[in-house]
């Protein structure tokens, strides 16, 4: 890996940076308005929208210019939505700029690791990826609790400023700064010799094009399956991280501030997972790793037997872990497949399209679960449920985590079989 990769890498690393402290930032906001407890699932929800919306129209813009370019634009609009938040506009309306960005800059930032790399390196050029973005989010949450936290709303009472400022308010400020810094990044990237594609179609046809290539990928065999594992490995992380938090605020009595904590624990196993992976698992045996997905949706359910601090962290590395040792070769074998069929940048976001997707059913879901299962049942209801099963009901805590568990595991178990009679039938590889 030479000095234009770790440029490529630094940008990710500060943009994600950015991007998860601004998470836990937008959150402390709504909590500083009082908004509804849903309101909080919605914010990633809407932020993640955009990459749904956008995803026919990311891979052309990715692919019409130097991928560089296309990244300190993208970090451009996520200054927006900053300044956005900073000037009145609601939390979860400028989080979805901020979104905005992200969706275009993802088919950039995967599309040029494509291009830059020779196919044999993508598995370890995705681990450090993995690694760093992960990396990102565990310093981010730090990063974005320390602001939003006690000890800063402290300092922030004791310092005579010239203007009030709330610990959200500095945070994103911070956060403004360190957009500035990838964006300054983004200019040093290697610009390389490949065959840029003009914007020459109107959106229409550029749909169609994207409808085209998406259908491409899901008919490819082994491209149709690692797209099904990351669809749910994308869509099952970003709730994960709600559910932890509730589980840590409600069920280990944590603070918001040490929830996020372990939140970053989750975040350093997936990274230490996506290094091992990166390490030792090659291209062609990328589908060994299946059964990791298994076994990660399995410890899921096992959180509601936990309820020490260092054992619940423990656990929180496991799964984060599992999460980054089958993810990263199941990534790059269908980045590989995408780039073979389509190019890298409308690879990516169909990629980026399905992924989403996944994200918004299951964050979707989440916040449903979240508003209906905490109102209290009817007392008809519950009189039947305690004649019929000795219980008034299913906790929502419970509830969410054994479904959410359960669900991972049971469609892991069902992609593992499928590509089992792939390979019975020669159409994987074993």
Not at 63 to 84: E, P, T
Not at 222 to 232: D, E, N, Y
């Amino acid at each position: 890996m030479d000095r234009g990769f770790f440029l490529i890498l630094g940008a990710q690393f500060l943009s994600a940076l950015a991007d998860n402290a601004l998470f836990i930032a937008a959150l402390a906001l709504l909590k500083q308005q009082l908004a509804p407890e849903w309101h909080l699932s919605m914010l990633l929800w809407c932020f993640t929208v955009s990459y749904v919306v956008l995803a026919p129209f990311a891979g052309s813009f990715a692919d019409s210019m130097h991928k560089g370019r296309a990244m300190m634009i993208c970090n451009g609009i996520k200054l927006a939505g900053c300044v956005g938040m900073l000037a009145g506009a609601p939390p979860i309306l400028a989080y979805a700029v901020v979104g905005f960005g992200a969706a275009a800059y993802s088919p950039a930032k995967y599309g040029l690791i494509t291009e830059y790399l020779p196919h044999e390196k993508l598995v370890e050029a995705n681990g450090w990826l993995e690694g760093a973005t992960v990396a990102a989010i565990i310093f981010g949450t730090v990063l974005g609790g320390f602001l939003t936290g006690g000890q800063m709303a402290a300092l922030l009472h004791r310092i005579d400023l010239p203007w009030p400022m709330t610990t959200a308010e500095l945070a994103i400020l911070v956060i403004v700064v360190i957009y500035l810094a990838a964006a300054w990044l983004n200019l040093y990237i290697p610009k390389l010799n490949v065959q840029l594609k003009p914007l020459v179609h109107g959106p229409v046809q550029m749909t169609k094009d994207f409808i085209s290539c998406a259908r491409r990928l899901w008919v490819d065999p082994q491209g149709q399956l690692s797209l099904a594992v990351t669809t749910l490995f994308w869509g099952a992380g970003a709730t994960m991280r709600l559910v932890v938090l509730n589980w840590a605020v409600i069920w280990l009595a944590y603070s918001m501030e040490k929830a996020t904590m372990l939140i970053a624990v989750v975040a350093f196993g997936t990274a230490f997972g996506a290094v091992i992976a990166g390490r030792f698992v090659p291209l062609k045996r990328a589908f060994s790793v299946l059964p990791a997905g298994i076994a990660m949706g399995v410890l899921v359910m096992s959180m509601l037997l936990i309820y020490d601090g260092t054992l619940a962290a423990t656990l929180m590395f496991i799964v984060g872990a599992l999460s980054g040792f089958f993810v990263v070769p199941l990534n790059a074998i269908l980045q590989h497949r995408g780039y073979l069929l389509m190019g890298a940048g409308h690879s990516i976001a169909v990629q980026n399209f399905n992924e989403n997707i996944g994200i918004l059913v299951m964050v979707g879901l989440h916040a449903l679960l979240v508003k209906y299962l905490s109102t209290p049942l009817p007392a008809d209801a519950s009189a039947l449920l305690i004649r019929q099963f000795g219980v008034g009901g299913l906790p929502p805590m419970h509830a969410i985590v054994l479904g959410f568990g359960l669900f991972v595991a049971v469609m892991m178990v069902l992609i593992t079989v499928r590509y089992r009679r792939g390979v019975r039938a020669g159409v994987m590889h074993d």
